[in-house]
């Protein structure tokens, strides 16, 4: 079982709905990250969480420590949030970064 | 101010050889973490640099090696590549991390023939 796990694997959705990626994890962390994937590569750094709730924009982030679990929300999707959205966290133990496989989110107009 | 940048941004090579992998940080960063990312997947943790010293090594094989340079700029070495190597090489840099955000390069995409 993977230390990092997120769900869906791929969504598509119309625009305007609301979106809840979640990611679970199963070892002690210093931080998580939330992370978007452009088709082509790039990675944009959207939130880094070690408790509680962030907002940018129409990006929320939550994360609950005690049940090792955050999610990420965006309201009022657009087609230009169709990204792939990747959760990281940093193991305690070791320091080492690990990778959630990523939600491929594809918002239609 | 100029984003982490990555060279080549394409590379193609075959079975046997050695690549070399450049990436400078945002200037002010001290840290440089490199990852792979296979097509489908997501990144997998290969180095983290921190002050010109090795902070972080994920499970990678010894065909692979980093170093970071007085000016923080760093080199992602691999030896011997082998096919299963093709993939996307992604750097990224921050004050600290898991304390600052981190700030990712386009990446180099490697293809192994």
């Known amino acids: 079982k993977n230390e990092v796990e997120q769900s869906p694997q791929n969504l598509t959705a119309q625009e305007g709905e609301f979106i809840t990626i979640n990611c679970s994890y199963s070892?002690?962390?210093?931080?998580l990250h939330w992370l978007q994937q452009h088709p082509g590569g790039g990675i944009v750094s959207l939130f880094m969480l070690s408790s509680g709730k962030k907002k940018h924009g129409r990006l929320i982030a939550t994360i609950n420590i005690q049940e090792k679990h955050s999610s990420l929300h965006i309201t009022a999707s657009h087609p230009r949030d169709s990204a792939v959205y990747i959760c990281a966290v940093k193991r305690n133990r070791d320091d080492k970064i690990i990778f959630g496989k990523g939600t491929r989110l594809h918002i239609l107009p | 101010d100029a984003g982490v940048t990555q060279s080549p941004t394409h590379l193609i090579k075959t079975r046997g050889q050695h690549v070399t992998l450049r990436c400078s940080p945002i200037?002010?960063?001290?840290?440089v973490s490199w990852y792979q990312q296979v097509l489908g997947q997501g990144p997998q943790f290969i180095f983290q640099y921190y002050e010109k010293e090795e902070r972080g090594r994920g499970n990678f094989p010894d065909r692979f090696s980093a170093r970071q340079f007085p000016n923080y700029s760093s080199e992602l070495n691999v030896n011997a590549l082998l096919l299963g190597d093709s993939a996307l090489y992604l750097c990224?840099?921050?004050?600290?991390?898991?304390?600052?955000?981190?700030?990712f390069g386009p990446g180099t995409r490697l293809l192994v023939l």
């Open positions: 990224a840099s921050s004050l600290e991390w898991a304390r600052e955000t981190q700030y």
């Open positions: 070892v002690g962390i210093s931080a």
């Open positions: 200037s002010g960063h001290k840290s």
